[in-house]
Nanobody, 127 residues
Framework: QVQLVESGGGLVQAGGSLTLSCAAS????????MGWFRQAPGKEREFVAA????????IYADSVNGRCTISKDNAKNTVYLQMNSLKPEDTAVYYC????????????????????WGKGTLVTVSS
């Protein structure tokens, strides 16, 4: 069983930056991609970004494209989400996910069926 633990959330002013981390443990070799979703109060969970362990291919949601960068450290089994120019509408609980088979397109279409999920980290952006 793969375990995912997010960290790095917190309170930041609009226009600021924040970097989230997701550390994976367990049989991570079984997963092909990891990514981030977020859920704002009263809204559905939405896709943010995903990255492939092998090859490093990336995909972003339109809402964060150009403001966020997803990256990975294979040696540390850790995926990062650097967020810049944060807006109040970025306020949400950010969840890390990992999956064995889903394609990038599936991830981008709000793939709720990921095999593994973290418990989330709260990001609050004040105006």
């Amino acid at each position: 069983q793969v375990q995912l633990v997010e960290s790095g959330g917190g309170l930041v002013q609009a226009g600021g930056s924040l970097t989230l981390s997701c550390a994976a443990s367990g049989p991570t070799f079984s997963t092909s991609k990891m990514g981030w979703f977020r859920q704002a109060p009263g809204k559905e969970r939405e896709f943010v970004a995903a990255i492939a362990w092998i090859g490093g291919g990336k995909i972003y949601a339109d809402s964060v494209n150009g403001r966020c960068t997803i990256s990975k450290d294979n040696a540390k089994n850790t995926v990062y989400l650097q967020m810049n120019s944060l807006k109040p509408e970025d306020t949400a609980v950010y969840y890390c996910a990992a999956d064995r088979r889903a394609t990038m397109n599936q991830w981008a279409n709000n793939y709720y069926g990921a095999d593994y999920w973290g418990k989330g980290t709260l990001v609050t952006v004040s105006s």
